[in-house]
């Protein structure tokens, strides 16, 4: 009587372990696109309702900072609502809260952007960060004075999933200069450091240091990710509707300095060794390709004593 393999067994190799391995490498397959260039560039964000701004009628934010080292000095990533001077910031778990504050300046923004980069070249389907912000939203007139703001809880309340990161892999934030890192302490020069980005508009201004306003009138966020396979960061960007050169349009030329500031994530048990994405998929593909060659030994003939 023949087996169950044996019958099916063109069933299996024409579809069935094609179909495993995608399963298996499927998320290595699906690809994202470097942002290209470094700077005066435009970027999509995440969101399912888009940017609240857009540039040249278009639904994209322009990243145009204007020389080396400049703009890099104003945003903040911190702890507290009242910290202007940030730091490196770790978190280890998968959930956390922290604020985007400024400082030097005129110190306002009319709209706070999120960066989000996760240190892999795929993410899990089952992968997962919900974002949560709080703030005032800023109108300003052609001058760039404040002429009104509220206050918004939730302005953003989105979960994002893999699909979303569609920039990377890359080792570098978008500013004036070139590979400027996603974290402190990056070498942008490993490999291993080969990351996925996206960005998120929180829909949010910045009135930095306002003590009459919640939270110091600057930008509270709250996230939760699930199913993180490696270390995040977040930077802030920075953008301002008039700005000299591109008015009416607006475009962000600011943002956290990695050299000393930014808002680290480490996933849970990230202390304890694990295999790595990449190994396991390249594990489970070496099984699979094993089970086939077993499948395929020959049947040995039967001689008579």
């Given at each position: ?37 470094n ?16 540039y ?5 934010y ?26 490196d ?9 922290f ?28 992968f ?30 989105e ?21 400027y ?9 490993d ?76 996933p ?38």
């Open positions: 009587m023949k087996s169950f393999w044996k019958i099916h067994r063109n069933r299996w190799q024409k579809f069935i372990f094609p179909m495993l391995l995608f399963l298996v490498m499927g998320p290595a397959l699906m690809g994202a696109t470097p942002i290209n260039p700077n005066a560039v435009s970027v999509n964000v995440a969101n399912d309702a888009g940017p609240r701004f857009l040249g009628g278009n639904p994209v322009y990243i145009n900072f204007g020389g080396s080292g400049l703009g890099l000095n104003n945003l903040k990533v911190a702890a507290g609502c009242n910290d202007t001077t940030g730091g910031f770790i978190n280890y778990g998968n959930n956390g809260t604020f985007i504050t400024a400082s030097g300046g005129k110190a306002y923004f009319d709209e706070v952007i999120l960066l989000v980069s996760v240190k892999a070249t795929s993410l899990p389907s089952n997962s960060l919900t974002i949560n912000a709080s703030g005032y939203t800023v109108t300003t007139d052609a001058s760039g004075n404040i002429t009104s703001y509220t206050y918004v809880n939730p302005s953003v309340s979960q994002f999933g893999p699909a979303d990161f569609i920039y990377g892999t890359q080792r570098w934030k978008p500013v004036y200069d070139p590979n890192a996603l974290w402190v302490g990056e070498n942008t020069s490999s291993a450091n080969d990351s996925l980005l996206m960005f998120v508009d929180l829909y949010l201004g910045n009135m930095n240091q306002n003590t009459s306003l919640i939270n110091n009138g600057v930008v509270r966020v709250d996230y939760q990710f699930q199913n993180l396979p490696g270390m995040a960061a977040f930077n802030a960007y920075g953008y301002r509707f008039n700005v000299v050169g591109t008015p009416g349009d607006g475009t962000i030329a600011w943002s956290n300095n990695t050299g000393t500031d930014g808002w680290k994530v480490m849970e048990g990230s202390d304890i060794p694990t295999l790595s994405e990449w190994g396991l998929m390249i594990l489970a593909a070496f099984l699979l390709v094993a089970l086939m060659l077993l499948m395929r030994r020959p049947k040995r003939r039967q001689t008579s004593c």
